[in-house]
């Protein structure tokens, strides 16, 4: 079974603060992505990486930044952590092949709250 | 832009009732289409999904869902459903590169 490890399910940060989130996927995905969850709002795509040290934005981008040195490990980064960033955010992993159909595998999330 | 329209936020049914809960997308081209469930506490899990063939694709739990072309619907249904069916449900399309597109969410109870 495909595993996509969040380090953190529940974080507390001050206002400003910076915030590393991290997530580690074991089968050797070449894709690797960050959304958040927001109800009524659904899964936003915040980045998103194709391959080491390559990454792209997605659509909800600001604020944000993120860094893949090793294929398994993609980083989000909230670089000055600020109150409308509390949310819950979804690391995820695909192989992206034809015949995977681009399924993608989720973490079980990690709820920030900015305080 | 490519976008995935979920027609319902909150459905309450019945066990035993039939469910369908609609899924609109707005891609022109080649597309994969997926259903992912949330059940309470846990993470996203795929449902099913469509990539080619049969339009009429069968998941887990009994669940089934139905590419339409001409309507730009991928809607998913249940002819009987149970309580441990409660969960949020997401429509998701991908036109085949790395980017998948999500829904807003439906979420479903179901009263025991």
């Known amino acids: 079974d495909v595993k996509v490890t969040q380090s953190s399910r529940y974080l507390v940060k001050r206002t400003g603060e910076k915030v590393f989130l991290e997530c580690v996927q074991d089968?050797?995905?070449?894709?690797m992505f960050w959304y958040r969850q927001d109800p009524g709002l659904g899964l936003r795509l915040i980045y998103f990486?194709?391959?080491?040290?390559?990454?792209e934005k997605g659509d909800i981008p600001e604020g944000y930044s993120v860094s893949r040195e090793k294929k398994e490990r993609f980083s989000l980064i909230l670089e000055s952590a600020s109150t409308n960033q509390t949310s819950m955010y979804l690391c995820a992993s695909s192989s992206g092949t034809e015949s995977s159909g681009n399924t993608i595998y989720f973490g079980e999330g990690s709820w920030l709250t900015v305080v | 832009a490519q976008s995935v329209s979920q027609h319902n936020h909150h459905v309450i049914l019945s066990e035993a009732a039939s469910l369908e809960l609609g899924c609109n997308y707005s891609y022109g081209g080649t597309v994969n289409l997926f259903w992912y469930v949330q059940y309470p506490g846990q993470h996203l899990q795929l449902l099913l999904k469509y990539f080619s063939g049969d339009p009429l694709v069968k998941g887990i739990k009994g669940f089934e869902a139905e590419f339409i072309k001409s309507k730009f619907s991928f809607n998913l249904r249940k002819p009987s459903v149970q309580w441990s069916d409660t969960a949020e449900y997401f429509c998701a399309s991908s036109s085949g590169g790395f980017k998948t597109i999500f829904g807003a969410g439906t979420r479903l109870f179901v009263k025991a």
């Open positions: 089968m050797d995905h070449e894709n």
């Open positions: 990486s194709y391959d080491v040290k390559m990454k």
